[in-house]
């Protein structure tokens, strides 16, 4: 029998027997994996033959005797090997080696075993997708080699595809380990941006606590200086208005009692405006326990040029204040916010020759809104500034004049009354703040 193995070293020399032997050893291959081979031939003689040989090598064999079959059952069952007769009834060899080529994510080798000899024919059946031909009667030996070398290119097919099919699983798990990433490095992201913007929350409002503590003790410590003082000079004039009104008769020198008329009712002005001052500083240093009510916005526009505008000012205020209902609001707040418009329209103005900042408000019946809008005729700012004067700590003005925060607390405030501001500005030619107020 031709598989069996040879047992001394001197055949092993042999070109021949070295030969058999290694088809031997591949036959044992054969035998050791249990190979399943399917012969398709429609004569059963042929059959016989082929499935005694595949039985003598340990492979299983089965059989069909048409095309048709043959790929029926290699559709449904694990199938090694073909050995394909070409002429047979209802689908020929041809045919179902094609067949058998097509089906999806497998390597079945198919050798054709014919009787024909004519190359045409033969080079036919390897257009169709066969891998080899054996011609009948079939030598067992070259069937044998045929068969191991198909066997050794299926399995390098095979550990081939199955390289393929890891790699790919690894490139999904690479691809999704990649996701993940991308996703925790995403909400990283926006972590740090929440992060960052609650920091900056709390600096506003630690800066915002800061102005408004160094308020409450310039206030509590200006009113606490000044109004001992003050009740001082109010007494003393109220006395030397009585003093100047009694001797009125007796005295001749006219001019010299109007005078000095005249100086004590500006000394009386000017006690007045200290006094009210003061009160509105007071006002300011509330504002964190600020209490809403019925609140005339005209009245905190005055309030505000009070404070921010003196005599001594080197540019014209003009006020057109309508009439307005009041707003549901506190005077702390509104003040806050007005000042620091009209304390940047003052800056704005600085250096102009005849600078002018306009104020004015009315009611806007159809929103139910009153509208506050404060222009300047000062430097106005260029417009790739714009996007980012309301930003907290934006300044372009020298280290010490401005932290930047004036219109970020203007903006807080008129956002917790539902209401908008807006702001136009031309380099050079001045800037309007438009506050729009529910009613
Ligand atoms: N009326 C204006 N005219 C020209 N520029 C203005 C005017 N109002 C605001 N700006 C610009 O917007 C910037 C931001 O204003 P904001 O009031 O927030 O801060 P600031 O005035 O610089 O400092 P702070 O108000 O905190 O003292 C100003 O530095 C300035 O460049
Ligand atoms: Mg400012």
Same mark, same amino acid.
């Given at each position: ?26 036959? &044992? ?61 209802? !689908? ?21 075993? +014919? ?73 990283? &992201? ?8 609650? #920091? ?6 630690? #800066? ?54 005249? !100086? ?30 019925? #609140? ?12 921010? =505008? ?32 009209? +304390? ?63 219109? +970020? ?7 917790? =009354? ?22």
């Amino acid at each position: 029998m031709q598989t069996s193995q040879p047992n001394n070293t001197e055949t092993m020399t042999d070109p021949v027997i070295k030969k058999m032997h290694n088809h031997v050893h591949w036959a &044992k291959d054969i035998q050791q994996k249990g190979l399943n081979i399917l012969i398709t031939d429609d004569d059963p003689m042929s059959r016989t033959v082929l499935s005694g040989f595949i039985a003598q090598s340990g492979a299983k064999a089965h059989e069909v005797d048409n095309g048709q079959a043959a790929v029926e059952y290699c559709q449904s069952n694990p199938v090694d090997l073909v050995l394909m007769d070409l002429d047979m009834p209802k !689908m020929n060899g041809f045919d179902a080696t094609h067949e058998i080529k097509r089906i999806k994510d497998q390597f079945i080798p198919v050798i054709v075993v +014919t009787t024909y000899e004519d190359e045409t024919i033969l080079t036919k059946a390897q257009a169709y997708g066969a891998d080899d031909i054996v011609s009948k009667p079939v030598s067992h030996e070259l069937l044998l080699s045929k068969i191991n070398a198909m066997i050794r290119l299926k399995y390098l097919y095979d550990r081939e595809k199955s390289l393929v099919l890891h790699l790919e699983q690894k490139i999904k798990e690479r691809d999704i380990a990649n996701h993940r990433l991308l996703k925790m490095h995403n909400d990283l &992201k926006r972590l740090v941006e929440i992060k960052t913007n609650q #920091l900056r929350q709390k600096d506003i409002e630690l #800066l915002e606590m800061d102005r408004i503590t160094s308020l409450y003790s310039l206030a509590g410590g200006m009113a606490h200086e000044i109004n001992n003082p003050l009740g001082f000079i109010k007494s003393s004039l109220d006395n030397l208005k009585k003093l100047v009104m009694g001797q009125w008769n007796d005295t001749h020198n006219l001019q010299d009692f109007e005078k000095a008329i005249r !100086m004590i009712m500006r000394m009386d002005k000017g006690v007045k405006r200290i006094v009210n001052i003061i009160n509105i500083l007071k006002d300011l240093s509330n504002v964190s326990r600020a209490r809403h009510g019925p #609140l005339d916005v005209n009245n905190s526009i005055r309030n505000a040029i009070e404070v921010v =505008h003196s005599d001594e000012s080197n540019y014209d205020i003009q006020m057109a204040l309508g009439k307005i209902p009041p707003i549901n609001s506190s005077p702390e707040e509104i003040n806050l916010c007005l000042m620091n418009i009209i +304390t940047n329209a003052r800056d704005a103005v600085a250096e102009k020759e005849s600078g002018i900042i306009s104020i004015k408000s009315f009611y806007y019946a159809d929103n139910q809104t009153i509208v506050i809008q404060i222009t300047d005729n000062g430097i106005g700012m260029p417009e790739k500034i714009m996007p980012r004067v309301f930003d907290p700590f934006f300044t372009t003005k020298p280290v010490g004049k401005g932290t930047g925060v004036g219109l +970020t607390l203007a903006e807080r405030i008129v956002k917790r =009354h539902d209401g908008h501001i807006y702001l136009t500005s031309k380099e050079g030619q001045g800037t309007t703040v438009t506050v729009v107020l529910p009613v």
